[in-house]
């Protein structure tokens, strides 16, 4: 018995040691997978990020940082929530979200059911974990925020036949992800369902059909005023060529006419020379008698003019007529004596 006895008080000691032991290098080790993050905490503040391999901790004094995600993905079987609690490994690798069909209004006033999927990764484990709870969740809730204000700007003729345009998702959640030290990857719609579809593409086509009717009515009118603006054009340029002619007809008509005036009258001035029998030998001066003549009839047609008359007066008696003209009213002859001869 007391054999017994001294064995089980050996044997009870170590395996409780052995159990302490075990539980310590359980409470101490940790190992890490590749694409693995543990952010540890030593009494409960931030002390430092284990990477992938073997690492030694001080139990109860350092303790890796817990986080938790609750989310709701879209199955075959409808809408199902995941959850995960007191999780402590952060995965680096890409991560895949397939969010439930979201219901929007496009800018048309159209209902449209969106099928998006949203990839991302964590690339600042320390920043994710201190900034936000339930990472996922907030992906979601911010994705739908987002797909309904994009396809708000849309039409649903868009959505339907450009659905790349919602591409532009991936831009706005990632200005917004990286302060979680989150990269967003993709953001792509999987699926479109229009309620109606067949009214509503009914409604595009007829849509489209009155755009184009307005579109060939506006071309016609412009092809009409363009006709009508260049007959215009072409009727102001040959009319305005037509009076230039014509001006410069006329001004050809009146330079020939003053030169055959010209030459008419060196033709007289030649046949009045040729009567009156002169030659280059002559001393008669042609000219004053075409200047006389040229008075003689600028006279004639003084004299024809109303309220115009004239006095003709001998050459002799010229000075003494003109005198009253500077108030000279008598003149005094001059003593003329006449000698006879003896």
């Known amino acids: 018995m007391t054999l017994v006895s001294n064995i089980v008080g050996i044997v009870v000691p170590v395996v409780i040691a052995f159990i302490i032991l075990i539980i310590l290098l359980k409470k101490s080790l940790l190992i890490l997978k590749e694409r693995e993050i543990i952010i540890l905490e030593r009494f409960g503040q931030y ?30 079987n409808g809408k199902e929530l995941r959850e995960g ?3 402590t490994r952060i995965s680096t690798q890409n991560e895949v979200l397939d969010l ?18 949203l990839s991302y990764k964590i690339t600042n484990p320390k920043q994710m ?9 907030i992906l979601s809730k911010l994705l739908q925020a987002q797909l309904r204000n994009l396809a708000g700007t849309l039409e649903i003729d868009q959505i339907i036949e450009e659905s790349h345009l919602l591409n532009a998702l991936t831009g706005l959640m990632a200005s917004e992800a990286s302060k979680w030290g989150v990269e967003i990857v993709f953001v792509k719609v999987q699926r479109v369902e229009a309620r109606r579809l067949a009214e509503v593409l009914a409604k595009k086509k007829n849509a489209d059909l009155k755009n184009k009717e307005i579109i060939i ?25 037509g009076e230039a002619q014509e001006i410069v007809s006329r001004a050809k008509g009146a330079a020939q006419a003053k030169l055959n005036s010209a030459q008419a009258e060196v033709k007289t001035i030649k046949e009045i020379a040729r009567a009156v029998g002169l030659n280059k030998h002559s001393n008669v001066d042609v ?7 040229k008075y003689l009839n600028a006279l004639k047609q003084i004299l024809s003019l109303p309220q115009t008359s004239a006095n003709l007066i001998a050459e002799e008696t010229v000075d003494l007529q003109s005198l009253p003209i500077f108030g000279v009213s ?5 003593n003329l004596s006449v000698k006879k001869n003896n």
């Open 47 to 76: 002390h430092n990020i284990l990477h992938a391999g073997v690492h030694w901790i001080i139990p109860w004094v350092d303790k890796p940082k817990t986080f938790y995600y609750s989310y709701y993905v879209d199955t075959p």
């Open 85 to 87: 609690l007191n999780l």
């Open 100 to 117: 439930p069909k979201q219901t929007v209004i496009t800018r048309d006033c159209a209902s449209v059911d969106l099928d998006a999927v």
């Open 129 to 137: 974990i201190y900034s936000c709870v339930n990472l996922p969740n």
């Open 217 to 241: 009515t506006a071309k016609a009118h412009k092809q009409t005023k363009v006709i009508e603006s260049e007959g215009l054009r072409d009727s102001m340029i040959k009319k305005a060529e």
């Open 287 to 293: 000219s004053k008698y075409i200047i006389t003549i």
């Open 330 to 334: 008598s003149v005094a002859l001059p």
